[in-house]
């Protein structure tokens, strides 16, 4: 009898561990365990391994039973388990964003928004242990060193809005906690209400609504404004608010000049070194300084004599800049034209005086509030916890 052949004489070791593979079913397929590579089968003459194959696996049999020892790619195993990602835990100490804005910050980030908490203290003593991040804002409450003390794994702050001025940031200095804040981010929009408010005080038209509302409308002819066009615009401070509201005033052909403790290299408009000096020399004086120390009161009795009875003061920086009771007493002896305002010094409180005055324009801190600004807002955010974070 012929002997076997040499094709013959190679057995094919089935796993007893697995169906061999049928036309229908693909060898790689998620459902098939253990993960065997069955292009491994074929056999390469010694020495040599066929080109695009993976290693082969190893085999064993014993007593009588054949088995295949098979050494699973610990890589491929990996890829197959879900990845199990560690929430990070964000606190919003005030109302800024929307729950619709909130919502758009994703996964592994869990905002807990503090003033929707029925009691914001037993909130914090709940949840201050996990606490990695906190998004304040400069009108809200303050983050001082006994709110950071209840947060021990506090390790980023960002402030939503311009400034740092609610932050104690030597507290945070000493913890090692960086402090991000939002400048430029809503700069187009508090410019754009600042120009709004120049207009609204040289044309009178606060009362034109408000007359027109009540059925005066033959009062209205008393009411007689001033061109914008061809005045002089005095800016307190060239930052990106400033910067941006300049260029709208160029539009309009206004003369402008800004205040800041150096010149802004790169800007076309004339810097005066000294606030008075500014304030003689415009019809509008818009504030967009920070807050802080240093530029409290800056708007004092010297600059609104200055200013004199025929200029407009614009507040949309900090309201710890201009002295309210300065300007009011200023408003009510006739010493400058008008006001408008959209930060005060102890916000929501509002002095009576300014309140009560027919020269003036209040708004409620709203400059960076819209869809466009806040929408920027989430998405820097975002971009910072992840960098943050990622690192």
């Known amino acids: 009898m012929a002997g076997p052949t040499a094709a013959s004489s190679r057995r094919r070791i089935a796993p007893t561990t697995s169906p061999a593979p049928s036309a229908t079913r693909s060898p790689t397929s998620a459902t098939q365990t253990p993960n065997i590579r069955w292009s491994a089968f074929r056999r390469a003459p010694a020495g040599q391994t066929r080109r695009g194959s993976r290693p082969r696996p190893r085999w064993s049999t014993s007593s009588g039973t054949n088995r295949a020892a098979i050494t699973t790619s610990t890589r491929s195993s990996r890829k197959l388990l879900p990845e199990v990602v560690k929430p990070i835990h964000v606190l919003q100490s005030g109302p800024w964003l929307s729950d619709e804005l909130r919502a758009a910050i994703p996964a592994p980030f869990v905002v807990h928004a503090l003033h929707l908490e029925a009691d914001p203290q037993d909130a914090i003593d709940r949840l201050g242990d996990g606490i990695q991040a906190l998004l304040c804002h400069s009108g809200g409450p303050p983050t001082d060193r006994a709110l950071l003390d209840r947060l021990p794994k506090l390790s980023l702050i960002i402030n939503l ?4 001025d609610s932050v104690d940031l030597d507290a945070a200095a000493q913890r090692g906690i960086p402090v991000l804040d939002g400048v430029g981010f809503n ?16 044309r009178g038209l606060i009362h034109g609504d408000r007359m027109v509302r009540e059925g005066r409308w033959s009062e209205t002819r008393s009411i007689l404004g001033h061109r914008v066009s061809g005045r002089r615009l005095g800016i307190l401070g060239m930052g990106s608010i400033g910067q941006q ?8 052909d206004m003369e402008v000049s800004y205040f800041s403790r150096r010149p802004v290299a790169g800007m076309p408009w004339m810097h005066v070194p000294d606030v008075v000096r500014l304030a003689e020399a415009s019809d509008f004086l818009v504030s967009a300084l920070p807050g802080g120390h240093a530029t409290r009161h800056v708007v004092d009795n010297r600059v609104l004599d200055a200013l004199g009875s ?7 920086g900090r309201g710890t800049v201009v002295d309210e009771e300065a300007l009011v007493r200023a408003l009510e002896e006739g010493r400058i034209a008008g006001a408008a305002l959209d930060v005060f010094e102890n916000e929501p409180e509002v002095p009576a005086g300014l309140v009560g005055s027919s020269t003036t324009v209040l708004q409620a801190h709203c400059g960076g509030k819209t869809h466009e600004a806040y929408r920027t807002v989430v998405k820097e955010t975002v971009r910072r916890l992840k960098a943050h974070f990622d690192a």
Do not use: K, P
Not at 310 to 316: A, D, N, P, T, W
């Open 161 to 164: 809005g311009a400034g740092t």
């Open 187 to 202: 700069a187009i929009d508090v410019a754009e209400l600042a120009f709004g408010l120049v207009l609204a005080l040289a």
């Open 245 to 252: 509201l300049a260029r709208r005033a160029a539009a309009f």
């Open 310 to 316: 025929h200029g407009y003061l614009v507040s949309v």
